[in-house]
């Protein structure tokens, strides 16, 4: 959606469509909003312009706008180039529910900017927001951020990937199943699953410390040697990590079947009792 048209602008003009403006990526915290939009930068080549609240908002009148309009003015000097405006909601809230003035003037700059832009196609907008409903609608309206991406939280393949490319240089014993850990990590998002990557890591550290003589210059290669990460510490670190999107809503049915409940049989009952849905017929929760 990015990379073609800024690639082959002229493609576009010969199927009569006009090329995004604008991309609003939007999904729970930690599920790699800013790291796509770092990823789309790095693949496509182009100049990157990030914008970012603080930055923007300045203290003396005009001086936030100034500011909006001169990334712009670079952008359009440099294409192909993406402005990349992380946590959108900070800089572009609802109009009617903010009191600050400054707040409603960057709104109305930034919407007249992007109507403003003239080399469709080469210079794109991406913006990031884990609050979609907190930011001007406005905004929204197609012209200006044209396509809207839900980054959601991943599923069990997802999470397998995610998992594979944090574990990518760690030492990992042959037992770790990183597939198991995937189906038993419902709710984590990217973040989650680096975190406890990185907290199974940590506790192989923790094994190896007494027999490191710390004021040695150089730790011997035998010792470095000797550090795996095992899937105990997996399972250590799983007792301590808690899934960023349970704690939100949750929108994936788990694959827990009651099988899996062991005794609890009254309880069992009495749920079913309540939501009326044959647990043996039906074979999940
Ligand atoms: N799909 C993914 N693949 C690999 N790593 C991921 C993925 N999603 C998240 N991560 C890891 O989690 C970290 C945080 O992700 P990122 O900052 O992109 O989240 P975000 O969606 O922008 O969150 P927020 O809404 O809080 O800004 C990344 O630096 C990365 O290490
Ligand atoms: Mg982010």
Redesign the pocket.
């Known amino acids: 959606m990015i990379e073609l048209p800024m690639r082959h602008p002229e493609l576009f003009e010969k199927i009569g469509v006009e090329a995004p403006k604008g991309v609003l990526l939007y999904?729970?915290?930690?599920?790699?909003?800013?790291?796509?939009a770092k990823a789309v930068a790095g693949e496509t080549n182009s100049h990157f312009i990030s914008i970012s609240g603080p930055e923007i908002i300045g203290k003396f009148y005009g001086e936030s706008e100034e500011r909006l309009r001169e990334l712009f003015k670079q952008a359009e000097e440099n294409t192909p180039s993406i402005i990349f405006i992380?946590?959108v909601d900070s800089i572009a809230p609802k109009r009617e529910e903010v009191t600050g003035e400054v707040e409603k003037r960057v709104v109305s700059q930034l919407l007249t900017l992007m109507d403003g832009m003239k080399s469709r196609g080469k210079v794109v907008v991406i913006a990031?927001?884990?609050r979609p409903d907190s930011i001007d609608p406005a905004l929204r309206r197609p012209g200006r951020f044209d396509r809207e991406i839900e980054?959601g939280i991943?599923d069990a393949a997802?999470r397998k990937?995610?998992l594979d490319?944090?574990t990518r240089g760690m030492p990992l014993e042959d037992k770790v199943n990183l597939e198991q850990i995937a189906k038993v990590t419902h709710g984590f998002?990217?973040?989650d699953?680096?975190t406890l990557a990185k907290e199974a890591a940590m506790r192989s550290l923790r094994r190896i410390l007494p027999d490191i003589d710390l004021e040695e210059e150089k730790i011997p290669a035998e010792v470095l040697q000797k550090i795996v990460i095992t899937e105990n510490d997996f399972k250590d670190a799983l007792k301590e990590v808690r899934p960023s999107a349970l704690r939100e809503v949750l929108v994936q049915v788990p694959n827990v079947t009651w099988e899996d409940v062991g005794g609890l049989e009254s309880l069992k009952d009495e749920l079913y009792e309540a939501v009326g849905v044959a647990p043996k017929a039906q074979g999940g929760i």
Do not use: C, S, W, Y
């Open positions: 999904g729970p915290p930690g599920t790699g909003k800013t790291l796509i992380d946590e990031a927001t884990n980054i991943p997802g990937e995610i490319i944090h998002v990217g973040a699953l680096e």
